[in-house]
């Protein structure tokens, strides 16, 4: 028995396609030489010296660097910190939020709040406030507490930092898996006789087990590719991102960036794999039904209240971290004069300021929908196309996902100064907007694609199978049906690739040249120099476009959005 | 409608597929060859999995067969693409679009024929006339009843003009009574429009009252196929007689074939069977019964034991053991007959003509 003949057939068909064969073959060129490559050459950097050939000489200079090392334990401490913090604090509020009579609708609205916060917020929002809180002129240190030697910098300071940012998205799957589970299950644990604390040790957490493991591994992957927030309030703390991006502009070793680079990408991966080919996999198998009826809601105020408090003072508190924002850029002397200015807006305007706003509006605004097209186009294959190249086309355009911006920035430096291989092919591409574009595309594809997949998976197949049959090629198909059902998706992709565009860092501060200065790295220069107020003020102005892009999507959701629509005839 | 519709036949075709859980290769489509004349109305029948939907879809397109080959008239359409081949599916799910309404779905593929403005207007709305849909050309589709989306979703097929429609199961998500008269609906625009149509079903009776020809399939293969008359009365083997109506099984031995009859000894009995086929002297054999077939009485060809008497209002319903073996009985209209308890000693009356011998 072979499938040979209707492979072969399949394949016939596929190429009868012109349209859907010039795009998939166009797709698998960007994906080679914009995300395998980049990541390729790190790996011959690497391991093949010049005049040598094949030599382990990177590795065990870079091995030798106590630099390095120390980076490389610090990642792992940082990553672990950070990734059972935020683990914790995420299930607390996902406990408080489907257990719990929650009453108060500021409550509610805060949790909704803070659930998204992460996904718009710029880097370095959250250090910069956490200096000036409890740094050396914090307003809680030095105003209120009067400790005049405070220092914030270093691991407390990252690890505080990174866990406020990271723990919503534990929240939100971690919310995801509570809600499947199946009441029933408690309430006949209850009914044996098991106490509250019972039941949670010895049927909800293990159910959520995977669960939590995955929101883990999320988060320490998140961590360890952080560069922002470990540059700007790590102080001597080095992680394997803020090192490698000091081989690159400091020791101008970019061999040794590369092998380095090679190590954190390794480690994220591996972590990745693990997250997603086994996590995933196990938590989609204990916990697949779906709840029967409505939870009993715990009443019980010795429970119900210190849990509530907390999370509302997280929540408040990470809601206040944002408000220092607009103040910071607000106040004469941070620490010292609290009485208003317009100065640091004024300076930002007259030092060039305009020229960054304008760069990263651009270039985000050309890469957004791109991107979003392209991620609706790579869902569309994966979810309703068969052909050979197509897991290679998933696959990577997701693993996308767990490359670290500043390793896929080092892979675009070594890649791309000498043109492809260093022959000079495609030279021109070095220094350009159009390689900053290409790397917003690479760093928000594998989101706006997860989503994508999403999506169409919930599209009935037949809906577009009667529309092939009718007599619509796929391009036709894609535009006329697919598109318009998942217009909600593809509008919010377009948003949210616009939004990570604008705020990106990591993998851009390597590449930009002055003809292209970006806020986000207007933010990081200033705030390193310690001008506060300057850093504040591009930070507000940064805050204020992503807000206004989002009611954006809000608005248009309202007014032309189809998936209501949709839903209502399922 | 101008334009001639055509056969559809399929030769040698095979699909495999790779089990899910254990990885193995099988054959859900297994070497099948079907002739259909054009015109007709030829329903896939069979239990759940046997390999229906996925035999439409080759002819469709959306599955490539491995082995084998699909004619639509007299081309082979293996390597076209369902777009480039001129059928029409009416699906389970109907499959509308929910962002266009009624006229904009029906309207869909006339549009990518690149037919004018106005003539589309008018085959629309004589299409929305003939499936009883007129006025509702504005509405959106999930303003529709399911029979009306079911309409909606046959007018869309019907509008192109296709060559041959093909249905998967297109009643099974409406309800009992819907599902008779959308049927009977449609078989007259089929006959009106004169088209060649393939319908899945696993309903016996959708099949019984649609078909000019039934194809019962089991496993991948074809079990049988002939009209509705001939797989009721002249099943093929045990499996389409049970899937098709109620049947009881005999088992018995050939004696003789004599005045173009066989005769079939079954216990200690004889019966004088129509011989329509050949049957060898000495050979085991067995007796198809249909229920409505035959009676209980005082006496008769095969003495039986009632095990089950029930009375079902325009029947009296009877199990009964002839040599050890089961039969059911319906005695209809049994209100001035006598009625036989469990337990009783009876003999069962056979109209002998309408055994069937596999
Ligand atoms: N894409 C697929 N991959 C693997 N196996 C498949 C696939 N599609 C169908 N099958 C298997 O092929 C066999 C035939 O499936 P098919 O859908 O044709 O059955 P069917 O006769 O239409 O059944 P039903 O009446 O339940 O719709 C089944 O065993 C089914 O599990
Ligand atoms: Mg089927």
Redesign the interface.
């Known amino acids: 028995m072979s499938r040979s003949k209707s492979a072969q057939l399949d394949r016939k068909k596929l190429f009868a396609d012109p349209i859907l064969v010039s795009t998939i073959v166009l797709l698998l060129v960007f994906l080679i030489l914009f995300i395998v490559y980049p990541l390729f050459v790190l790996l011959i950097d690497s391991v093949y010296v010049k005049g040598e050939g094949f030599s382990m000489e990177t590795f065990r200079r870079i091995l030798d660097m106590d630099r390095f090392r120390k980076a490389f334990s610090n990642t792992l401490v940082l990553g672990g910190i950070t990734g059972i913090l935020s683990t914790v604090i995420g299930l607390l509020f996902a406990y408080v939020d489907c257990y719990m009579k929650v009453r108060s609708k500021v409550l509610k609205r805060l949790f909704d709040v803070v659930s998204v916060l992460p996904v718009v917020s710029p880097p370095f929002v959250l250090s910069l406030s956490a200096i000036m809180l409890f740094g050396r002129s914090g307003i809680i240190t030095r105003t209120i507490l009067h400790i005049y030697d405070a220092n914030i910098y270093g691991l407390n300071g990252i690890v505080i930092v990174q866990t406020l940012t990271f723990f919503p998205v534990c929240y939100l799957m971690l919310k995801g898996l509570l809600k499947n589970i199946d009441p029933s299950l408690e309430e006949a644990a209850r009914d044996m006789g098991a106490s509250r604390w019972k039941v949670f040790t010895t049927v909800t957490l293990p159910l959520l087990l995977p669960g939590l493991g995955n929101a883990f591994l999320v988060t320490f992957i998140e961590a360890v590719a952080d560069f922002a927030n470990p540059m700007l309030i790590g102080g001597s703390y080095d992680t394997l991102a803020t090192t490698i991006y000091l081989q690159v502009t400091g020791a101008l070793d970019t061999t040794g960036a590369a092998a380095m680079s090679c190590v954190l990408l390794s480690l994220t991966m591996v972590l990745f794999l693990l997250q997603k080919y086994y996590l995933e996999r196990k938590t989609a198998s204990t916990l697949t039904g779906k709840a029967s009826r409505e939870r009993m809601l715990i009443t019980d105020k010795s429970v119900t209240r210190p849990l509530t408090i907390f999370c509302a003072a997280v929540a408040a508190f990470v809601v206040m971290m944002y408000i220092m924002i607009p103040f910071g850029a607000l106040f004469k002397l941070w620490g010292r004069n609290y009485s208003l200015t317009l100065k640091w807006f004024k300076y930002v305007f007259d030092y060039g300021g305009m020229n960054a706003f304008k760069s990263s509006v651009v270039l985000s605004l050309i890469a957004a929908p791109i991107t979003a097209i392209l991620s609706m186009i790579i869902a569309y294959l994966v979810v309703k196309k068969k052909f050979r190249s197509k897991w290679f086309i998933e696959f990577v355009s997701i693993l996308a996902m767990a490359v670290p911006g500043t390793v896929l920035g080092v892979g675009f430096i070594r890649g791309y100064s000498g043109g492809l291989f260093r022959t000079g092919l495609l030279q021109g591409l070095y220094g350009t907007g159009a390689i900053l574009v290409i790397v917003f595309i690479v760093r928000s594809l594998p989101v706006g694609t997860r989503s994508g997949i999403a999506a169409l998976r919930q599209i009935d197949k037949s809906i577009e199978e009667s529309a092939y049959d009718l007599g619509a090629n796929s391009g036709r198909v894609f535009m006329t049906v697919t598109l318009p059902l998942i217009k909600d998706s593809f509008f919010s992709g377009l948003v949210t690739a616009f939004v990570r565009s604008i705020t990106a860092i990591s993998a851009i501060i390597l590449l930009v040249t002055p003809q292209f200065v970006l806020i986000t790295c207007k933010i990081n220069e200033f705030a390193e120099k310690g001008s506060f107020g300057v850093a504040c003020a591009y930070a507000t102005i940064l805050i204020a476009i992503v807000y206004a892009a989002i009611l954006l999507m809000n608005l248009f959701m309202r007014f032309f959005g189809t998936s209501k629509k949709i839903t209502e005839v399922e | 409608m101008d334009k001639v519709s055509k056969g559809v036949r399929l030769e040698n075709v095979s699909?495999?597929y790779?089990d899910p859980k254990t990885g193995k290769?099988?054959?859900a489509v297994d070497s099948i060859s079907l002739d259909i004349a054009p015109g007709s109305f030829v329903t896939l029948l069979g239990p759940s999995g046997c390999g229906k939907t996925t035999t439409l879809r080759m002819i469709?397109?959306?599955?490539?067969?491995?082995?084998g080959e699909v004619y639509l008239g007299e081309q082979a359409i293996?390597?076209?693409?369902?777009?480039?081949?001129d059928?029409?599916?009416v699906?389970?799910?109907y499959?509308?679009?929910?962002?266009y309404n009624v006229f904009d779905n029906v309207a869909?593929?006339l549009k990518?024929?690149g037919v004018g403005k106005e003539e589309i207007k008018n085959r629309v709305h004589a299409i929305l006339d003939l499936v009883e849909l007129e006025g509702m050309d504005a509405r959106?589709?999930?303003q529709l009843s399911g029979g009306q989306q079911q309409r909606v979703?046959l007018a869309?097929?019907l509008v192109?003009e296709p060559s041959v429609l093909l249905f998967d199961e297109p009643l099974s998500n409406l309800d009992a009574k819907l599902r008779v008269s959308m049927r009977t609906e449609i078989r007259k625009i089929q006959q009106k429009v004169g088209i060649t149509a393939i319908y899945v079903t696993h309903d016996q009776s959708e099949a019984m009252s649609l078909s000019d020809q039934i194809i019962i399939m089991n496993k991948g293969v074809i079990a049988q196929i002939g009209t509705p008359q001939d797989i009721y009365y002249h099943p093929s083997s045990e499996f389409v007689a049970d899937f098709i109506g109620e049947v009881s099984f005999l088992k018995g031995v050939v004696r003789d074939t004599r005045d173009n009859k066989n005769i079939i000894a079954v216990g200690a009995s004889e019966l004088a069977v129509p011989a329509y086929q050949h049957l060898e002297n000495g050979k085991d054999c067995t007796l198809v019964l249909r229920p409505e077939a035959l009676s209980v009485a005082d006496e008769g060809a095969l003495p039986c034991e009632i095990v089950l008497s029930t009375f079902m209002g325009h029947y009296q319903n009877y199990h009964v053991t002839v040599d050890g073996a089961l039969v059911k009985v319906t005695v209809f209209n049994p209100k001035n007959k006598k009625i036989y308890k469990a337990g009783e000693k009876a003999y069962l009356a056979v109209e002998n003509d309408s055994i069937h011998v596999l």
């Open positions: 699909k495999i790779t290769d099988f054959k469709a397109g959306f599955e490539s067969p491995d082995e293996n390597a076209l693409t369902p777009d480039k081949r059928t029409a599916m699906f389970q799910s499959a509308l679009f929910p962002h869909y593929g990518l024929r959106m589709t999930n979703a869309r097929a192109v």
